[in-house]
């Protein structure tokens, strides 16, 4: 098969390397407007379940990534100075940098040809391809160009977040709520890097129009937020990379191909960064994409249909998960009252998917906690 792909990042390599390593005889370009070596952001977070998949998946590709990751096992949060552990919630960060040259130096063994530095205007350069992959990015230029037949939808929720890093290194993926004068606010953050951490700030529209943050300056932004979270930073500064404030773009598409052209990844749809699955998704979507050709081998057609037939139930029944997130965090200053233990039950709950009886399977240490200080607590009078 002649496969093009546009987009290396994580899902664009990950196919493209299980492809050309079950046949070599696969004719496979990717093709990158970015230069090697730059990326946007710092790390990205796989969960222990994410894990098992990708090493059932790949043996060569999780030794490496296990090899560079970092490793914890509870989730953290941190409300009024108070840090509550949530057990349970095994996690591992690596630098989306190094995720990248991983899959980089696993596909120039396979023998993938990977072209960066280039932009398409048109798709009239893949005519002779068995199989177009669009796999570049919530912006994906592929998918624009046939507009019409995926029919796609976006939308913008209404919180802010920038993406910075730090060299403050933290023990666990940890969420910190932070009131300050100008408002409500949220640090998603983890370590990535034995010295760095991913550092991601979010807030509300009302507390982003009042700390002024439309009319500052990329650097005052970054000092009022190390202002905010002086105590988490501990001296350690924000560090930027192309950092700006925006507003998440909510993507889903009808319609997952166009003939023998497919979306996946960020292209064919978005996952809030409060359930850590973005780029869980995207290389999921490449496994899933790969088994649909191991069971249809050359018949594109019907392994599309495989595919689109078997992973959209499952990304369907993630995106339901990532709604109650986002929904949860587009009122999170509301629930700033509620105590630091109340505050992290209401936190694992907001899909609307996990009851307390769930939850103490997953985390039977926190839910005991959590039970021990509600049947403490004073009566209500009413």
Known sequence: MKIA???AGPAGLYFAYLMKKADPAHDILVLEQNQKGATY????VFSDAALTHLEDADDAFYAALDARAEHWDDLTIVHRGERVPIDGNGFSGISRLALLEILQDLCAEAGVEVCHGETIEDLERFDDCDLVVGADGVNSTVRRLLDARFQPQVSELTNRFIWYGTGKVFPTLS????SHDT???VAHHYR?????STFIVECDAETFERGGFEQMEPEASRRLCEEIFA???EGHPLISNTSIWRRFPVLTNANWRAGNTVLIGDALRS??????SGTRLAMEDAIALFQAFQKQPGKVS???DLFIEGRKPQVEKLLSGARGSYEWYEEFASRLALDPMALAYDYMTRSGRVSEERLAKIAPRFTNAWRAQRSSAPPVLR
């Open 41 to 44: 952001g710092f790390g990205v």
């Open 175 to 178: 969420l910190t709520f932070r």
């Open 192 to 196: 990535y890097a034995p010295d760095k």
């Open 183 to 185: 408002g409500s606010y």
């Open 231 to 233: 105590s988490d930073l």
């Open 302 to 304: 019907d392994a599309l």
């Open 5 to 7: 792909i546009v987009g």
């Open 271 to 276: 996952i809030h960064f409060s359930i850590g």
